[in-house]
């Protein structure tokens, strides 16, 4: 609902296929126990929404490139393009960094490179 709001849209599913793909474009990016730190601060329902089909083993993924990000979060979310992805990450941070300590949205965007960070800045 909060990223439905964020982005201005009535359309839950498609604000949850969003948050989905992007909680799994920065939880294949993390170190497993990262991630298990980020899970502990999500709230429960979410927390099953990011690990859906993670293999701990494939991890971490190395983004070479924004775009790469980008393009996957487009490609699971069904959005149209990097544009659209961009926007939705944007969103999606925003609504992150109000559920997640600040510590933990620190040390999980030291994990990305520099020129990803904004990425994950909202």
């Not at 429960?44 to 083993?57: D, F, K, Q």
């Not at 109000?98 to 620190?106: F, L, T, Y």
Request: proline share 5%; hydrophobic share 40%; aromatic share 8%.
């Amino acid at each position: 609902n909060d990223l439905a709001e964020e982005l201005g849209s009535d359309d839950r599913k498609a604000a949850y296929r969003v948050l989905r793909a992007y909680l799994h474009a920065v939880l294949d990016r993390l170190t497993v126990n990262e991630a298990a730190q980020l899970a502990a601060q999500l709230p429960e329902l979410i927390r099953g929404t990011y690990y859906e089909g993670w293999v701990p083993a494939r991890t971490p993924v190395k983004y070479r490139t924004v775009d790469e990000f980008l393009l996957r979060v487009a490609r699971e979310a069904q959005l149209p393009g990097e544009t659209q992805a961009s926007y939705a990450c944007s969103a999606a941070a925003r609504v992150l960094r109000r559920h997640v300590s600040q510590g933990e949205i620190e040390d999980v965007v030291s994990v990305f490179p520099e020129e990803m960070r904004p990425v994950l800045a909202g």
